[in-house]
Structure formats: C-alpha cells, structure tokens
C-alpha cells in the first residue's frame, strides 16, 4: 500500500489485522472481548471448539512480546526505578555534611593568658558564614554559641587536662556548657531533620562531636590541642557587657578569658 495515501483512501477495516493467540499446539486462537452491557473487559482466548481457555494475561499482550521476556523487561524497569530511589534517598542519609575536622587551629583568638607552662587562646565564634561551611547548619540561630579553644604545652612534663571545667558569663548571666552530642541533638531539633538514616545519623554526629575540646588524654611536652567549646547562645546580651570564658583546674588560680 503506499505511504502518500490519504486517510480518506485507506479502508481500516481491511488493513487491521486481529491479535493472534498461539495454544500450546501452535494453534491459533482469536480473542473474544466480552462484557454484559458491551463495556470493555480483559479478553478471554478460547478453543476451536469454542471452550474458554482462560483469560489474555496483561503480560502476554505487553509490546507483543512472549510472557518471559515481558517479565524480564518488568523485572529490569522496576530495578531502574528502585536504583532512582536510592540515588535520591543516599542525599538524605546524613542529617549534616560536616566539614572534617583539620589539626591545625583557626586563626582570629582574641583572647590570650598563661597558666604556668600553659598557652591558652580563646573566642567566641560568631562568623556563620564560617558555621555554615564548617557543620552545614547555622549554630548561633539554633540556639548554640560555639567558642574556639586552644591550648600549647610549652614545659617539660604533661599536663592533666581531666579536672578542667569551663563556664561562660555575660553580664553577670551564665550560660550552660552544651556537651557536643546534645548540640548536635539541638540542631536536630531546631532543623527539624526527619529523614536520615541510622548510619548517616551516626556520622554525621562522631563527625560533629569530633570538633569538641578532648580533655580525656594529658597535653604532651611541646604540644598544641585546639577544640571548640558548645555553649547556649546568649540571646540577649546587656549592652556594654563583655562575653567572659571562666577556665578552672589549670594552674593555682581560674583563669578569665574575654571571648567577644
């Protein structure tokens, strides 16, 4: 029949050809589409001598393939579709993608002081560009006031860092030491973070608390240790008043250092 035919010239009555249904003896088997009221049902195959056999399986007409390819092909379109959804979901396994954690300390202490052999540096960190890059989550409006410590042995021995104890005041207010795990519980709660994994969570948390100051090992002879400190934020700061980070159980006497 040639292509350049219009639709007015082509009969379709007698160029459509009906769907052949091969029995198990290579017979072939017309489809009989039935229904009470003449509405659309699923076909129904039936014998030479007219018996129903069985209904036409959807995956026996599908592109008009044999049933096992048309399995094999559901089989693979539902397996791509599963690797998309992990694909997806594997962005959302980990509630922050925290920046690892470097060994040298951040530059910009504002506060100094000496303890015998004992260097101490401190500040307050209020940079939430810095905050954002590191945790992947702004401190300051979930509530947390991050404040940078680090420590240098110049003697000979080691330092005991166990009986250290910190507090931070403004103004004569104290605001409470956040240990890393429940800062890293307070950013859950302010982001509202419900869809993680428990391996992603788990990481995402050593990696968060891997920034906080580590007291348990003594400071060898010669070394530096830096950490930062998690306290709640003071929302509203007396003007003129000046952030104080109160350092105790190093040397005779408690040292003070101004974090602003």
Not at 39 to 63: F, N, Y
Not at 254 to 259: A, D, F, G, R
Request: glycine content about 12%.
């Amino acid at each position: 029949m040639p292509w350049n035919r219009t639709p007015t010239e082509v009969d379709e009555s007698k160029t459509r050809q009906p769907a052949l249904i091969f029995g198990r003896s290579g017979q072939d088997i017309d489809p009989l589409i039935l229904g009470r009221t003449g509405q659309d049902m699923d076909p129904l195959i039936l014998g030479q001598s007219g018996q129903v056999i069985g209904p036409l399986k959807p995956e026996a007409r599908l592109l008009g393939f044999s049933s096992s390819l048309n399995w094999l092909l559901l089989l693979g379109f539902t397996g791509l579709i599963g690797c998309a959804g992990l694909l997806v979901s594997g962005c959302a396994t980990k509630p922050f993608n925290v920046r690892p954690r470097h060994l040298a300390p951040p530059s910009g202490f504002t506060a100094q002081v000496t303890a015998g052999a004992v260097e101490l540096q401190a500040a307050a960190i209020r940079d939430e560009d810095y905050l954002q890059a590191t945790f992947d989550a702004n401190l300051i409006m979930a509530g947390i006031l991050p404040v940078k410590l680090a420590l240098q042995n110049r003697g000979s021995g080691p330092v005991d860092l166990k009986g250290m104890r910190f507090s931070l005041s403004a103004g004569g207010q104290q605001h409470r030491l956040i240990e890393p795990k429940d800062a890293f519980k307070q950013l859950m709660g302010y982001y509202k973070i419900r869809v993680y994994s428990v391996d992603g969570y788990k990481a995402s948390r050593g990696e968060f608390a891997s920034y906080g100051f580590d007291r348990r090992a003594p400071l060898a002879p010669g070394e530096s240790r830096w950490g930062i400190l998690f306290f709640e934020n003071p929302q509203v700061q007396p003007p003129g008043s000046s952030l104080v980070l109160s350092v105790k159980g190093i040397g005779a006497t408690e040292l003070k250092l101004n974090v602003n």
